[in-house]
T-cell receptor, first 112, second 116 residues
Framework: TQLLEQSPQFLSIQEGENLTVYCNSS?????LQWYRQEPGEGPVLLVT?????EVKKLKRLTFQFGDARKDSSLHITAAQPGDTGLYLC????????????FGTGTRLKVLA | KAGVTQTPRYLIKTRGQQVTLSCSPI?????VSWYQQTPGQGLQFLFE???????NKGNFPGRFSGRQFSNSRSEMNVSTLELGDSALYLC???????????????FGEGSRLTVL
């Protein structure tokens, strides 16, 4: 059974601090997405990573895909209150039956 | 272009009733997936439709059903509602069915169902 574990579950930091969120699986992803969800809204796609070792940057957000494609990280530099939300990783597994699974989520609160 | 539209946004039902939720995907997207989101279980996959056919189904009881129309709009139905069905129901669209894509989903704002 494929599971996506995210850590930490909760994170409360001050504006201007840096943080890293992790997404880990025991199985190999064929692709992985990161989403951010704000209260009362649906998740919004931030990035897709496909190649092992891939690094993508989106303004202050840096996404990294592990070399073995079993893990990913999201690093936020100089966090702002607007970064507050639920961060979800989601991965596609194509060995055997296709599955697309969401991680357990990291709830981030950035205090002004 | 317009995003994914879900209706209604909020609804309250009582146990035993049934509910129908609607989803209009992004124009040109032919795949619609449905998810249930609760604080305890996170995002759980319900089913995916592509070209009016159900392609994948999650581990939910038969009380949960769906369909897709020729214009790609989709509906999901929950019959004989239980208290545990209270959740945010999210619809997501994509250009094609997910095995053929890298998996990106575009979500609507959700329908929040409360069962009393």
């Amino acid at each position: 059974t494929q599971l996506l574990e995210q850590s930490p579950q909760f994170l409360s930091i001050q504006e201007g601090e840096n943080l890293t969120v992790y997404c880990n699986s025991s199985s190999v992803f064929s692709s992985l997405q990161w989403y951010r969800q704000e209260p009362g809204e649906g998740p919004v796609l931030l990035v897709t990573v496909v190649t092992g070792g891939e690094v993508k940057k989106l303004k202050r957000l840096t996404f990294q895909f592990g070399d073995a494609r079993k893990d990913s990280s999201l690093h936020i530099t100089a966090a702002q209150p607007g970064d507050t939300g639920l961060y979800l990783c989601a991965g596609a597994f194509t060995s055997g039956t296709y599955k697309y699974i969401f991680g357990t989520g990291t709830r981030l609160k950035v205090l002004a | 272009k317009a995003g994914v539209t879900q209706t209604p946004r909020y609804l309250i039902k009582t146990r035993g009733q049934q509910v129908t939720l609607s989803c209009s995907p992004i124009s040109g997207h032919r795949s619609v997936s449905w998810y249930q989101q609760t604080p305890g279980q996170g995002l759980q996959f319900l089913f995916e439709y592509f070209s009016e056919t159900q392609r994948n189904k999650g581990n939910f009881p038969g009380r949960f059903s769906g369909r897709q129309f020729s214009n790609s709009r989709s509906e999901m139905n929950v019959s004989t509602l239980e208290l545990g069905d209270s959740a945010l129901y999210l619809c997501a669209s994509s250009r094609t069915y997910r095995e053929l894509s890298t998996g990106e989903l575009f979500f609507g704002e959700g329908s929040r169902l409360t069962v009393l």
